[in-house]
């Protein structure tokens, strides 16, 4: 069974889900050795909503509300531990790049509480690989795994918790130094409400820590991020010693604005 590859923005950041399938028209620009924690704020927030939680809850809530093999997902027990696995290769060329790989892999499987179905798991990985005709070349690896648990028969509000991780590696060329970039997020009571279609996270946190290497340059960081519904979070740094903005972030547009 295959399934389509959605479109979203990976901070370099966690991911579980459909992660992006995205192949940049033009190699990357010269990369400074000093964070963009705004940048950086905002690519953590929409990423794990888009790639992860809200990716993750739409597909589960799809199959949901689907029959499987001619019964209803509610009334059968016999769905519990219900699967969908499925792993695929896209390859792909543009005219900037010389070759393109996206290893896929996916599990959805069903969880049950007194014999109905109540929510599902979520684990998957995935691992990127770009070749540019200028010789840099990049490799990106996402995964996790996400646990949804139904607050309501309607599937329609749910609890999220899970664990993600990215690392991206880019060879810069003669030109470049090497950049990599890692980052784990853990998922905490994520409250998440799809009734109107489009995910919501209403409540809820998740912490985060990464780290950033550019040649000589490296970078730790951490911080927390504060779901207050109304499609926004507050990312905040936990970094004392530095002087590091927080901000909250609309985690549909990615509009940002400080926290004074």
């Known amino acids: ?109 069903n969880t049950c509480a007194s014999g109905a179905v109540n929510g599902y798991t979520v684990a998957d990985s995935i691992i990127n690989t770009t070749n540019y005709i200028s010789g840099e070349k990049t490799i990106a690896r996402f995964g996790g795994h996400d646990t949804v648990t139904a607050t309501d028969n309607t599937f329609k509000f749910y609890t999220l918790n899970g664990k993600a991780y990215s ?30 279609g489009t995910p919501n996270f209403t409540a809820g946190t998740a912490t985060f820590t990464g780290l950033q290497l550019s040649g000589t340059f490296s970078a730790a960081f951490s911080g927390k991020i504060n779901y207050i519904g109304n499609y926004e979070a507050q990312i905040i740094f936990d970094m004392p010693n530095a002087q590091i903005t927080n901000y909250t972030i609309n985690i549909i547009t990615g509009a940002i604005v400080s926290i004074p």
């Open 167 to 196: 690392n991206t590696f880019e060879s810069g060329g003669p030109a470049m130094a090497n950049i990599s970039q890692s980052i784990n997020v853990i998922s905490n009571g994520i409250k998440i409400d799809v009734s109107s």
């Open 1 to 109: 069974m295959k399934l389509p590859c959605t479109g979203i923005i990976i901070l370099a950041a966690v991911t579980l889900t459909f992660t992006e399938c995205k192949k940049s028209a033009a190699p990357a620009a010269a990369k400074t050795n000093a964070i963009d924690y705004k940048s950086l704020a905002s690519q953590i927030a929409t990423s794990l909503y888009r790639s992860v939680n809200g990716s993750s809850v739409v597909k589960g809530n799809n199959l949901k509300n689907n029959s499987v093999r001619g019964k209803a997902v509610f009334d059968v027990s016999s769905l519990c531990g219900y699967t969908v696995d499925t792993t695929y290769t896209v390859d792909s060329t543009t005219a900037y790049i010389t070759s393109y790989t996206s290893k896929n892999s996916y599990v959805l499987t």
